[in-house]
């Protein structure tokens, strides 16, 4: 298939993706950061999610990255990666998916395919994409003389398990054509399943669910963790006992971010709420969520005495990445910090909210009146209890938030 595709947008999603489409197809990789550009060009990923090695291979092939728009002149087949955040008022914020439609439009030709796998609500991709596009094309029509598809990212940063190049991808296009041209690109990246849906919309609802949902039963886990604490039980004992089970749904509690479960739900929320649908179980989850950081900070600050010296392990969003995109950690220590003296060890961040980090080799033994566990990263973890416990205080406690010790023996031990 003589294709020639660009994928604009080289984050989490948008670069993995373009260093397996260069394994079949030319690709021209496209983002609007010139420090982003400048080092992938060097073969250097600060989201970890390409090594090294194989993003010089790809780029001495198939793979082109570059800032320069002039360069998608020569696609004919656009696949938009960019983010779909919130703003300040939790609403969502189309800004960076109307910005790439204008870029795209610019260069769109007749018959060229436009693909996007930000997540979105139903319909945004033919209500608001499509017009975008339109818009700032040279008098262009979308179904017509240029078409849309919708694929749902899935990419799960840090995970080196399930990879795009092994997952199930689901595919969606404004017309057969487009829907196999798909399905000859998709099926080239992943050895998984391609799954054709219905329509674009079911596309575009079955990845916002995905995350919807994983928010709602996380913050059941999050209500029952509060339940627990209150009549002195550990919601960790609960789980195990309820896993005996066959079909149990094992859950764990914590601190809920990300630019993926922590934002998608509020997109399907604002549709919910346009189609005069009251969306009460999606936006409870969200609250719930939302306020489990000064849960936790609560109690841990009633251990404390005040102006004590707390030593915070990870801060990033999840294990083993370096996105510090709505970290919910980030609440905790900030909850912590207005009463008390607070520090953090990251191996992935140096500096936040103008504090250094420490380096794990320059922190004080016997210092600290308590060492919150908040993120476990590998590195924390293979470290071990005694490697991490020797830093506090005699009187000292270790808060470890999702209970990566549990079965160890540390002293003056918590966890939910």
Known sequence: MNKNIAVLGLGYVGLPLAVELSLSFRV?????SSSRVSQLKKGIDKTLEVNEKKLKKCLHNNLKITEEE??????NVFIATVPTPIDKR???NFNPLLSVCKIIGKVLKKNDIVIFESTVHPGATEEICGPELEKNSKGLKSGKDFFLGYSPERVNPGDKVHTIDKINKVISGQTKNVEKTMMAIYSKLTKGKVFLAKNIKVAEASKVIENSQRDINIAFINEITKI????????FDVLKASSTKWNFLNFQPGLVGGHCIGVDPYYLSEKAKKLKIDPKVILSGRRTNDQMGDF???IIKKKLKKNSKILFLGVTFKEDVPDMRNSKALDLMNYLKKTNKVNFCDPFVKKISNQNSITFEKIEKNFYNAIVLCVPHKFFIKKGEKNLSKFLKKEGFFFDIKGKFRNKRIKNYWSL
Do not use: A, R, V
């Open 90 to 92: 939790k609403k969502p």
């Open 28 to 32: 021209i990789g496209f983002d609007i």
């Open 228 to 235: 627990c604490q209150k009549i002195d039980i550990s919601i």
């Open 296 to 298: 936790i900070g609560k």
């Open 70 to 75: 002039k360069y998608l002149k020569g696609c």
